[in-house]
């Protein structure tokens, strides 16, 4: 399985994984230039993105075919993300999460509380109307 940058023919079958998986479609779109997919052959198993704000990024949108779940593909997807925002100078990472709270401790992200949270990343859709406010938030430092 290849991991590489997504393309905007990618994305119906992004918006069919993250719909699979009961994950935010809000803002998906706006995104693909930061986005990274997975792709067995011609098919798309698996995705990531960031969205990029003044004072930090907002990983989102981590999703992996059940089928293909358990073989790395989600730490190479968080990985490549991260490394995108890396490389545009990017320093910290966010996420909201419901659903993974224990799989992203394992890529280095910490809790946090959402007030530590930078004001240009908080304005973002998926922490204004996407995800709940009961989600956990958390951080990573990239650099
Ligand atoms: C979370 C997700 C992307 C992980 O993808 P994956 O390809 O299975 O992950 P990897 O193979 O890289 O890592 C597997 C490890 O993560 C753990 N893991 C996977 N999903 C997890 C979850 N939701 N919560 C806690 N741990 C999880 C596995 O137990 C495994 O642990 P191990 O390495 O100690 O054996 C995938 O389960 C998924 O698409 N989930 C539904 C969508 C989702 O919740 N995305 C996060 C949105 S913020």
Known sequence: MVIQ???PGDLPAVRRLLEAQHLPLDGVD???STMVVAKEGSDVVGAATVELYADGALL??????PLVQGQGLGHRLSDAALSVARDRGTHTAFLLTT?????????????IVRDEVPASVQASIEFQSACPASAVVMRKRLS
């Open 30 to 32: 706006e995104h693909v």
């Open 60 to 65: 989102r949108s981590v999703v992996v075919d």
């Open 5 to 7: 940058a997504a393309e």
């Open 99 to 111: 659903t993974a709270e224990k799989f992203f401790p394992k890529l280095g992200f910490e809790p």
